[in-house]
């Protein structure tokens, strides 16, 4: 059962994303789906990758029903250093695709 969680996890996840799952709860009050970004972001703007985390946050989202019962997702996701110099935007968060 296991295996089948974390494939029906990643399913619940936006494919463009690059999320690890964390843990995924199924219980009477709905699916809980905890997730974390990744280790470096790219600038909106100058679209330089950064490695350089300001902060991170929570976004907590909710999304369709799967059988019929809510799903939450929790996701802990960055705020990161524009390293290129030019840019006009110094700090910016970790994009999260629909």
């Not at 999320?19 to 974390?36: F, H, P, T, Y």
């Not at 350089?52 to 802990?76: A, F, G």
């Amino acid at each position: 059962m296991a295996g089948s969680k974390n494939v029906i996890a990643r399913e619940l996840l936006p494919k463009a994303a690059n999320l690890k799952l964390r843990r995924l709860e199924i219980s009477e009050q709905g699916w809980g789906v905890d997730a974390a970004g990744d280790s470096s972001a790219v600038c909106p703007i100058c679209f330089t990758r950064s490695r350089s985390r300001h902060s991170r946050y929570h976004r907590k989202l909710q999304d369709l029903p799967v059988q019929d019962s809510p799903v939450m997702l929790d996701l802990r996701v960055g705020r990161w250093r524009c390293g290129n110099g030019r840019c006009a935007r110094k700090i910016f968060t970790e994009r999260v695709p629909k």
